[in-house]
């Protein structure tokens, strides 16, 4: 092994950022550990990349469960317990000396014991912490049996202590990490974790939709639960009340953030786990399904050199990632843009992006009224959800800002009554609101299976969804947005007053020629992009 090597195999380590690979050496010293057991406690990293960063810094060979045996080799002379403990495995012997597998070539006492037990000289490769502690579950069958006694009800009903170590098991921990990387694949936002009578109910919401998946035994309710609890940095002791966390982990060597919610019920805490996977990509606005004009009329606004812009919508309408596609146009070196966001979705290089955490003050409000003071150009709010926030912003867009914000309503023409439902000077928006968008998603048809069908009234043709291999049956891959746009003219502007409902704004800007949101699903369908039976799933209606 190269004693030199040190701790530069954790630069090495793919997907790894320099603040992570810092907080894996900080946990080492602190806990006094050895840094890939500090690394993997993290989350940070797979365990593929720890094991080939390893492999490589060290020139050792990297071998695979594929390379194990059937059965360990004859005569290694030490105990199942002490190769779990120092999570090494035999996994070859000739005349003279045994193949050994390590998780971590830094630690000798395992490739010590065995060659002071066996006589024999001991050649090193490297393998993952995983398939070495499923190699000795499978060879000396023990490693299930805590969780076999859990599961036969051997641990206290409130052991926190019990139900932690329990929860680090083998088992449990590759359960919650199979369903972590199905979700990844899957390409689903959500995991519905669901505890019933007979059951662990099991669902991701792919494209918008929840979706089945085979259910865990239900008998594992409260180890997934405590599992997924750790992640998040939750008390696991605590079943009465809901609680709210976050988790940075490493599912098949990318990065995802975890926003993890449980919840008491009557058969044991249900689990909502938000997944964000860290992207870089940028987003363009040509990406986001705007047609050319509201594309053009979005760009035209995005110019003013002061103003507000709103997008509306429910939570899970595509808003984040439109304002991800203006930021896109936006982003230029002449130009200071900060964005406030809960959490932060897209890392845009060249935006200055701000989370907020009500837990230590860091509020929307708070954020934004400090953020005034750095000289921006343009100002990103995640989410007008007070007449605090708002009111900030709309004077920031009076006093030489653009501002892009959200704010939740059912409809474009909404969003002027609710700021000033809010408590917001109507006066005020009428100089600073330039536009409102309003826009829902669509799952988008398979063009491998889609099937013409006879179109609804006023359309040339329509497509309906049928499902083959290429979409899991769904019939649908990918979303897109449909949207609707209201420019702020003059006609609109005047009846910006107190109490002035969203009927008539909409009223206004059908006169001027303003499309609907259901105009531009329409335009979908017809050009095939959609399905009929989808519109009415979102928008009630075709």
């Given at each position: 092994?190269?004693?030199?090597?040190?701790?530069?195999?954790?630069?090495?380590?793919?997907?790894?950022?320099?603040?992570?690979?810092?907080?894996?050496?900080?946990?080492?010293?602190?806990?006094?550990?050895?840094?890939?057991?500090?690394?993997?406690?993290?989350?940070?990293?797979?365990?593929?990349?720890?094991?080939?960063?390893?492999?490589?810094?060290?020139?050792?060979?990297?071998?695979?469960?594929?390379?194990?045996?059937?059965?360990?080799?004859?005569?290694?002379?030490?105990?199942?317990?002490?190769?779990?403990?120092?999570?090494?495995?035999?996994?070859?012997?000739?005349?003279?000396?045994?193949?050994?597998?390590?998780?971590?070539?830094?630690?000798?006492?395992?490739?010590?014991?065995?060659?002071?037990?066996?006589?024999?000289?001991?050649?090193?490769?490297?393998?993952?912490?995983?398939?070495?502690?499923?190699?000795?579950?499978?060879?000396?069958?023990?490693?299930?049996?805590?969780?076999?006694?859990?599961?036969?009800?051997?641990?206290?009903?409130?052991?926190?202590?019990?139900?932690?170590?329990?929860?680090?098991?083998?088992?449990?921990?590759?359960?919650?990490?199979?369903?972590?990387?199905?979700?990844?694949?899957?390409?689903?936002?959500?995991?519905?974790?669901?505890?019933?009578?007979?059951?662990?109910?099991?669902?991701?919401?792919?494209?918008?939709?929840?979706?089945?998946?085979?259910?865990?035994?239900?008998?594992?309710?409260?180890?997934?639960?405590?599992?997924?609890?750790?992640?998040?940095?939750?008390?696991?002791?605590?079943?009465?009340?809901?609680?709210?966390?976050?988790?940075?982990?490493?599912?098949?060597?990318?990065?995802?953030?975890?926003?993890?919610?449980?919840?008491?019920?009557?058969?044991?805490?249900?689990?909502?786990?938000?997944?964000?996977?860290?992207?870089?990509?940028?987003?363009?606005?040509?990406?986001?399904?705007?047609?050319?004009?509201?594309?053009d009329l979005l760009l035209h606004h995005l110019e003013a050199p002061y103003g507000l812009v709103l997008v509306t919508g429910?939570?899970?309408?595509?808003?984040?990632?439109?304002?991800?596609?203006?930021?896109?146009?936006?982003?230029?070196?002449?130009?200071?843009?900060?964005?406030?966001?809960?959490?932060?979705?897209?890392?845009?290089?060249?935006?200055?992006?701000?989370?907020?955490?009500?837990?230590?003050?860091?509020?929307?409000?708070?954020?934004?009224?400090?953020?005034?003071?750095?000289?921006?150009?343009?100002?990103?709010?995640?989410?007008?959800?007070?007449?605090?926030?708002?009111?900030?912003?709309?004077?920031?867009?009076?006093?030489?800002?653009?501002?892009?914000?959200?704010?939740?309503?059912?409809?474009?023409?909404?969003?002027?009554?609710?700021?000033?439902?809010?408590?917001?000077?109507?006066?005020?928006?009428?100089?600073?609101?330039?536009?409102?968008?309003?826009?829902?998603?669509?799952?988008?048809?398979?063009?491998?299976?889609?099937?013409?069908?006879?179109?609804?009234?006023?359309?040339?043709?329509?497509?309906?969804?049928?499902?083959?291999?290429?979409?899991?049956?769904?019939?649908?891959?990918?979303?897109?947005?449909?949207?609707?746009?209201?420019?702020?003219?003059?006609?609109?502007?005047?009846?910006?007053?107190?109490?002035?409902?969203?009927?008539?704004?909409?009223?206004?800007?059908?006169?001027?020629?303003?499309?609907?949101?259901?105009?531009?699903?329409?335009?979908?369908?017809?050009?095939?992009?959609?399905?009929?039976?989808?519109?009415?799933?979102?928008?009630?209606?075709?």
């Open positions: 092994m190269d004693g030199n090597a040190g701790m530069e195999w954790l630069d090495r380590v793919a997907g790894l950022s320099p603040a992570d690979a810092a907080r894996a050496r900080r946990l080492a010293q602190e806990t006094g550990e050895p840094l890939t057991r500090a690394l993997r406690r993290l989350g940070t990293a797979s365990d593929p990349a720890i094991a080939d960063a390893l492999a490589t810094a060290h020139g050792l060979p990297r071998i695979g469960a594929a390379d194990f045996p059937d059965a360990p080799p004859d005569g290694i002379g030490v105990a199942p317990d002490f190769l779990r403990e120092s999570w090494v495995i035999p996994v070859g012997r000739s005349d003279n000396a045994i193949r050994l597998a390590v998780a971590d070539p830094t630690d000798s006492a395992g490739p010590d014991g065995v060659r002071l037990a066996s006589g024999a000289e001991v050649e090193i490769a490297i393998a993952t912490f995983a398939d070495i502690e499923a190699a000795i579950a499978r060879w000396y069958g023990e490693g299930d049996n805590r969780l076999a006694d859990a599961l036969s009800g051997e641990a206290g009903e409130h052991d926190a202590e019990s139900l932690k170590d329990l929860a680090s098991e083998a088992p449990v921990v590759r359960l919650v990490n199979s369903i972590l990387a199905e979700a990844l694949k899957s390409r689903a936002s959500d995991i519905h974790i669901e505890p019933f009578r007979d059951r662990l109910r099991l669902r991701f919401r792919i494209d918008g939709v929840l979706q089945e998946r085979p259910s865990p035994p239900a008998a594992l309710s409260r180890l997934v639960a405590s599992r997924v609890k750790i992640l998040a940095g939750l008390d696991i002791a605590e079943r009465r009340r809901p609680q709210d966390g976050r988790a940075r982990i490493a599912v098949a060597g990318r990065a995802l953030d975890l926003r993890v919610a449980t919840a008491p019920t009557a058969h044991g805490e249900s689990i909502t786990i938000r997944l964000l996977e860290d992207r870089d990509t940028t987003v363009s606005l040509e990406s986001v399904g705007l047609s050319d004009t509201d594309r429910p939570t899970g309408s595509g808003k984040t990632t439109t304002l991800a596609g203006a930021l896109s146009k936006l982003n230029a070196p002449g130009r200071k843009l900060i964005s406030i966001e809960d959490p932060v979705e897209y890392q845009i290089e060249g935006v200055n992006q701000i989370a907020v955490n009500p837990a230590i003050g860091l509020t929307f409000a708070a954020v934004l009224r400090s953020v005034l003071r750095h000289d921006p150009d343009i100002i990103v709010v995640g989410e007008l959800r007070d007449g605090e926030t708002a009111e900030i912003a709309v004077n920031a867009a009076l006093t030489g800002h653009l501002v892009l914000a959200t704010v939740h309503t059912n409809t474009a023409a909404g969003a002027a009554p609710r700021l000033i439902d809010m408590g917001v000077d109507p006066a005020l928006l009428r100089s600073t609101l330039r536009l409102a968008i309003a826009q829902r998603l669509v799952r988008m048809l398979c063009p491998e299976c889609k099937t013409p069908v006879e179109p609804p009234e006023g359309l040339s043709q329509a497509f309906e969804a049928t499902g083959c291999a290429a979409c899991d049956n769904t019939g649908y891959r990918g979303r897109s947005g449909v949207f609707e746009f209201i420019e702020i003219d003059s006609a609109i502007s005047e009846a910006l007053r107190d109490g002035v409902s969203s009927h008539e704004i909409e009223k206004k800007a059908r006169k001027t020629g303003s499309p609907s949101i259901l105009d531009d699903a329409r335009d979908k369908i017809e050009a095939g992009l959609t399905s009929p039976s989808e519109v009415r799933r979102v928008l009630g209606g075709v």
